[in-house]
C-alpha cells in the first residue's frame, strides 16, 4: 500500500519536477547565452526567462530547446538562436503600449516572448500548416495578445499599420517598401537582408522626420523569406 502511495506521490510530482528542470536550464541560457553577450534590456530578459521554449519545439528537439543555436521546425524553416531572438527584441525598444508586427511566425517563439512586453502582437506567416500549427501552440498555451494571420508578409499587415517596431525573421533580397510604408513615425524595424543560404546582414531600419536610415549589426545566416507565386 506504501509503496502504491510513493508512485502515486512520484507521477504526480514528476510533471513539476521536469519544470523544474527546465527553469534551471532557461535561467542559464538567459545569463550564459543572452546576458553574457550584453543583452541588457530588463523586458526582454525577462520575457526569455519565461517564455518556455521547449514548448515551441518538436518532441525530438525538446532535450535541444535551450541549446546556443538554432532548431528545424519542419517545413525548411528554424526557431532562431536565443541571443538572436533576445538581440532583435531588444534592438526594437519594444515598450507597453507598442504594436509590433512579425514577419515569419514560425513557431511561435519570438511572438511569445514579444507578447510578454507589448500590448499587440501581429504575426504573419507564409507556410499555412506551419502557421496554423502556431496559432493553436499560441492558443493553446493563452497567448491573449497575440494574432497570427496566413499571408505574404511582403505585403504587411495594412489595417492594422502603423507599427511601432517590425521584427522580420526571414532573408529578403530588399527591404519590401510596404513594411518601410506601415511603420511608424520614430519606428524600428530589425530585417536579414541578403541573398537566401548566404551570410545576410540583420539591419536595423529607423523611421525619422519622415526618412528611413538603416544600419548594419552583425552578420546572420536566416532562412529564406519566402513569397506567394
Known sequence: MRLSLLIVFVLWLYPSLQEKDFSHLREKMVKEQIERRGITDQATLS???????????????????????????GYGQTISQPYIVAFMTEIIQPGPDHHVLEIGTGSGYQAAVL???????????????LGSQARNRLDKLD???????????????????????????????????????QLKENGRMIIP????????????????NGRVHTSGMMPVQFVPFKRRQ
Open 47 to 73: 520575457s526569455m526567462r519565461k517564455v518556455q521554449r521547449h514548448l515551441f519545439v518538436s518532441d525530438d528537439m525538446v532535450d535541444h530547446a535551450y541549446e546556443d543555436r538554432p532548431l528545424p521546425i
Open 115 to 129: 507578447s510578454g512586453i507589448v500590448k499587440e502582437v501581429y504575426s504573419i506567416e507564409i507556410i499555412d500548416s
Open 143 to 181: 497567448y491573449k495578445n497575440i494574432q497570427v494571420r496566413l499571408a505574404d508578409g511582403y505585403h504587411g499587415w495594412k489595417d492594422k499599420a502603423p507599427f511601432d517596431a517590425i521584427v522580420v525573421t526571414a532573408a529578403a533580397e530588399h527591404i519590401p517598401p510596404p513594411l518601410i510604408a
Open 193 to 208: 537582408v541578403g541573398s537566401p543560404f548566404m551570410i545576410q546582414q540583420l539591419m536595423l531600419v529607423e523611421k525619422k
